[in-house]
């Protein structure tokens, strides 16, 4: 039997490609998102009291997945990409249903003119994704004090220095009234090392780039240290609008 | 849009019914419950290393509202049942996706014949509860050390101090070799006053009876004291189960 389950809101971060965004919530702590609910699930009403908890939980789906199909062992990255575990010992979005869970700390309610909006923190979820709930994290219950992490127990380390080119340092002073926090967000984001683990063996320098904001990033990295080469402000010209659609 | 989801697994657990079910996790320790998976789902590589997390989240549907409905405010028990908090700010089942989250302990993996079977420790599900996806339990992203838990913000303390009548007693020790941790969780689920938030003004001695595994069970309350009258084996007939299926 299916379930058909409606999505009551979005969210919107910069995160805009599966590649360097976080693997798990609270990595890059200095990015924020917002939650925007569908007409209709985000009523004043519906946040009534929620400015008493620190914390949320989301579950959302990864929509990116849908329809890709899963698989009963998966790679996790934590493990160097060789290792093999079951799917339901791994957080991957391959799953049997493409569910996700993450915890954030809870910023800001707008509740402006109707339907609220939740800004947040930590999320490592993809711009545009569906939100399925939103539920109050609740200590005494979501933290049980004697859980053991497996493979996952200590957050991973950052493992790549981070520093920037002068064309890269020039931009992010230009550019620091409105965007303050571009340059902690670039090192905390990069400071994961995106790049996927059969990449990481190499000792020769590569190249990389990325979608963040309303930002494209390029960075080189070799052995522990990445440098970011540029920043610029993505085009969206109206041909790549119309691509975007084709 | 609509994204159709199909359960991966079932639950068993001794809640037959939604009266005395815990409204959290963890509040009925010494039940334990099971997870087996429909075919297809579990095949054991699925559950490869899921032996070194000591926790799970369930991610489960609220099966039996299905269809209910929501409204934008709900009142929690644990306030009382007359302050109205929104549906976001609550754990409530009643909620535009009917999707529940729960932490339980992994207490044994079953890879039998075919589909694997989890055994789980304070679970707060229903039995024939389906289930849509399980993770490992990961504490540096899912305990964030800073959570504050709102109006939930410490475990509910067991309001009614539990004991036995002769009758019950009797039934306990003639059943202890079959079932010796019967009175403890009678106890355990009793004690957090399993009544709803108004009748537990009443001076009143009141009864009311559940089916707990395969019991039925009748207790009396009076002030902050419950009195375990009866305990005994339900009847399942031939009627019973046809009348099931009418």
Sequence with gaps: MNYPLEPIAVINSPFREKFATPRQPGLAPSVTATISFY?????????????????LW???????????GWQPTVR????????????????SPFRPNPVGLSAVKLLEIDRGKGEVRLRVQGADLIDGTPILDIKPYIPYGDSPPQARGGFAEQPPEPVLTVDFSAAATLFLQQHRVREPDLERQIREVLSQDPRPAYRRQSAEQQEYGMNFADYNIRWAVKAQQATVLEIKPVQISASSIAAAHD
Tied chains: 1, 2.
């Design 58 to 68: 989301l579950i959302f789906l990864f929509h990116q997945n849908w329809q890709q």
């Design 39 to 55: 007409p209709g699930y985000g009523v004043p009403e519906t946040v009534r009291g929620l400015e008493d908890f620190s914390h």
């Design 76 to 91: 996790p990255p934590r493990l160097g990409g060789n290792r093999r575990v079951g799917v339901y010992a791994s957080r």
